[in-house]
Nanobody
């Protein structure tokens, strides 16, 4: 199993960013996929999940209405579109292979997202 995130960076408050996750080594379209994040000095926080087909999505209250999770099962890629970013969204963002809605068994090395003026 290999999960590699990309697309992180520095963005101003109110800005947008899209992070991606390239998956390989398993049957991507057979699994839930999840985004989690970890802010400095804080615990890992679940952000969003998407079913294997992509038909259903779920979000933490803190990001609902601002973030959109999606997937391309032909390209084995997971996405997280982040709009209206806030300083409290600053974290390392990890994609993870889901075993259910909010649990996972593998995750990538992460990509840093920093929201600051």
């Amino acid at each position: 199993v290999q999960l590699v995130e990309s697309g992180g960076g520095l963005v101003q408050p109110g800005g947008s960013l899209r992070v991606s996750c390239a998956a390989s080594g398993f049957t991507f379209n057979g699994y839930w996929m999840i985004w989690v994040r970890q802010a400095p000095g804080k615990r890992l926080e679940w952000v969003s999940s998407i079913t294997s087909s992509g038909l259903f999505t779920y979000y933490a209250d803190s990001v609902k209405g601002r973030f959109t999770i999606s997937r391309d099962n032909l390209k084995n890629t997971l996405f997280l579109q982040m709009n209206s970013l806030k300083p409290e969204d600053t974290a390392v963002y990890f994609c993870a292979r889901g075993t259910s809605n909010r649990s996972w068994d593998q995750r990538g090395p992460g990509t840093q997202v920093t929201v600051s003026s």
